[in-house]
């Protein structure tokens, strides 16, 4: 069985590959085998400037 750390591992390296997705937006968390995926929001207003 995959430990927690290994999981969230994964799933952020498999985030990667996908081109419509941002990995350093999308938090993971992983906990006795669940994972929870998170939008970290950023401020794109301030981005425009």
Do not use: C, Y
């Amino acid at each position: 069985m995959k430990s927690d750390m290994q999981i969230q591992k994964d799933i952020m390296e498999e985030l990667k590959w996908e081109p419509f997705l941002h990995a350093s937006e999308i938090g993971v968390s992983v906990k006795h085998g669940i994972a929870t995926m998170i939008e970290r929001l950023i401020n794109k207003e301030r981005n425009k400037e």
